[in-house]
């Protein structure tokens, strides 16, 4: 089974590499560019066969490792 976490900053956090991808763009002639959000996502491969399940220990990951709750915010995705 397959799990994808996307990783962002929750709103109202400042995103110094999003702002620095924005500006480059800008740098680039890519006008019009009013904000940048950059995250991170992280694919799994997991043994588990049963998805509920599947998605509870992703969870766990998620809150333990995978992201910082106090700044970012994550989705989780079973196939």
């Known amino acids: 089974m397959k799990a994808r976490v996307q ?3 929750k ?3 400042l995103d110094p590499q999003g702002e620095a991808v ?3 763009l800008g740098s680039l ?3 019009g560019v009013e904000g940048v959000r950059q ?3 992280i694919e799994l491969d997991l043994a588990e066969t049963d998805k509920a399940k599947a998605r509870e220990t ?3 990951m998620c ?3 995978l992201a910082n ?3 970012e915010s994550y989705t989780v995705e079973i196939a």
Do not use: N, P, S, Y
Request: proline share 0%; net charge positive; no cysteine.
């Open 7 to 9: 990783v962002m900053l």
């Open 58 to 60: 992703v969870t766990q």
């Open 22 to 24: 924005r500006h480059a």
């Open 69 to 71: 709750t106090v700044i």
């Open 11 to 13: 709103t109202g956090v």
């Open 63 to 65: 809150e333990k490792l």
């Open 29 to 31: 002639g890519f006008d």
């Open 39 to 41: 995250g991170k996502v």
